[in-house]
């Protein structure tokens, strides 16, 4: 059917009557319909043309529809269609040495990668795998982290309202799953600089041996537990859902800390990797910094189909590689999506993709400058490579929030004036899509393959949004 034949007041019906919506009651419903995408745009029925100044969810790194993963996954469908994990393909096998020997080879820290089908499901296996080779209990999780919504991913993850929670608009009633967040996730302060939870001013926060006072109170949870009960600490290094950025000295001091007490650190690269930092994975901007699990999705082939994978050491796939390693996953694997990244991964080789995001950065960097300076409702702005955004607030002396809640908050009740929420619509009003999941902040992370002119228009709407949020300040 051409797309000038879809009935869209059928589809509209269809959709408002049988799908189940996520992050909005029936009755606030929004049917907003996708004619096509194009480049970084997404076109809507009836003309509107937005561009995606945040790559979807952060994963949209090659914009829309990138003509060479598309090829491949044209060729792969034709070609092989779908086998199960227990086969291998060349889609798969290429894939896997592109990751593991081009990108990563250098740093000779990686052993194995298994690919599956999200990074909840990756970081699942992640944490499985720690604590089968530990034989240990215990994770180590920070405030306000997202690590995924399946059952031990939303343990990890420390933002209430993204936790598969039911949120009342009428009552502000919450409804959490029954035993989420689990047990075995065990919370340390994030390297909040901005908003300490542990009342600190950084840098005045350092110890006399220069440790964060954070770095501090995770170990001395940790040693509370003992080490020895504990598998693994899970980190983001730059928070995707909270938008938080952790001083330069925090990975480097964290990962000393695991090694010395012989814990092993999960890397969670699901939002961070395949260049959006300005390198491949964010862990190499810290020298002498490698993981011992990595989780990865999203970005691999900017997601044109669902994927992600978990990547273990030497060490530990010495371990593995003694066992079978007794687990399926029926879409694990997948031929159209391993030609998918495969083809993602080979273009984003050839294009030096993590330089050329290191070099946007900076121009995103100076955007951001630039919108503190002119804007009083912005107190802080952060951003390394392409993953940027700024904190909104009512008085920036005082660091004072419009929604006081701030990370804490569980979108019940009204949230019409959640900053994140007007921001966002009046941004899509003028053709722009940013947003995050922090009621007072907005992330900007725009597709790898964004243009100086399109940065540019992105920032022309911020900005005349921004200047209608200013009267709101004191």
């Known amino acids: 059917m051409g797309q000038g034949e ?34 970084n745009f997404v076109h809507l029925v009836g003309g509107l043309k937005l561009l995606d ?15 060479r993963v598309t090829a491949a996954i044209k060729e792969a469908a034709d070609k092989v269609g779908f086998v199960q994990e227990l086969f291998c393909t060349e889609y798969r096998s290429r894939a896997a040495k592109l990751i593991m020997e081009d990108v990563l080879g250098a740093d000779d820290w990686a052993g194995r990668l298994r690919f599956v089908n999200t990074g909840s499901e990756a970081n699942e296996h992640a944490f499985a795998i720690a604590k089968q080779v530990t034989g240990r209990p215990n994770i180590i999780t920070r405030e306000y982290a997202y690590h995924g919504s399946t059952s031990g991913a939303a343990g990890a993850s420390r933002n209430r309202f993204y936790r598969s929670s039911f949120a009342c608009p009428e009552t502000g009633e919450i409804r959490d799953v029954p035993n989420f967040p689990g047990t075995g996730f065990h919370v340390v302060p994030a390297p909040y600089c901005y908003r300490c939870s542990l009342g600190h001013t950084y840098p005045s926060c350092k110890q006399e041996d220069g440790r964060l006072a954070c770095i501090l109170a995770s170990e001395n949870l940790i040693r509370t537990l003992g080490a020895e009960t504990v598998a693994a600490f899970v980190t983001e290094i730059f928070y995707g859902g909270s938008c938080i950025n952790p001083p330069p000295e925090y990975i480097p001091q ?21 260049g959006r930092c300005g390198k491949w994975f964010a862990y190499q901007l810290y020298e002498g910094v490698t993981p011992d699990i990595m989780t990865i999705g999203k970005g691999m082939n900017g997601c ?19 066992y079978r390693y007794w687990t399926g996953s029926t879409h694990a694997g997948h031929p159209i999506v391993a030609a998918s990244v495969a083809a993602a991964v080979e273009f984003m080789l050839e ?69 994140e929420v007007i921001i966002s619509e009046k941004c899509v009003l003028n053709g722009v899509m940013v947003g995050s999941n922090a009621p007072n902040s907005i992330r900007v992370a725009p597709p790898l393959t964004i243009k100086d002119e399109e940065i540019e228009f992105g920032f022309e709407v911020i900005d005349k949004v921004l200047t209608e949020i200013d009267e709101m300040c004191d």
């Open 6 to 39: 879809i009935n869209w007041e059928q589809v509209h019906e269809w959709d408002e009557k049988y799908y189940l919506h996520v992050k909005q009651a029936a009755k606030e419903y929004r049917f907003l319909p996708v004619s096509h995408t194009e480049g």
């Open 53 to 67: 100044f945040v790559s979807q969810i952060i994963g949209a790194n090659l914009g829309f529809k990138h003509p």
């Open 254 to 274: 964290l990962r000393e800390m695991t090694r010395r007490l012989g814990i092993l650190w999960i890397d969670d690269e699901v939002v961070c990797g395949f």
């Open 304 to 322: 044109a189909l669902p994927g992600g994978g978990v990547i273990i050491s030497k060490e530990i796939a010495e371990e593995v590689d003694r």
């Open 351 to 419: 294009e030096n993709i993590p330089q050329v995001a290191a070099e946007k950065g900076v121009i995103l960097a100076e955007k951001l400058q630039w919108l503190e300076n002119q804007h009083k409702c912005v107190g802080l702005v952060q951003s390394v490579g392409l993953l940027g955004g700024f904190e909104v607030v009512k008085n920036r002396s005082r660091k004072q929030a419009f929604i006081e809640e701030d990370r804490f908050a569980t979108f019940a009740g009204d949230i019409s004036g959640y900053p």
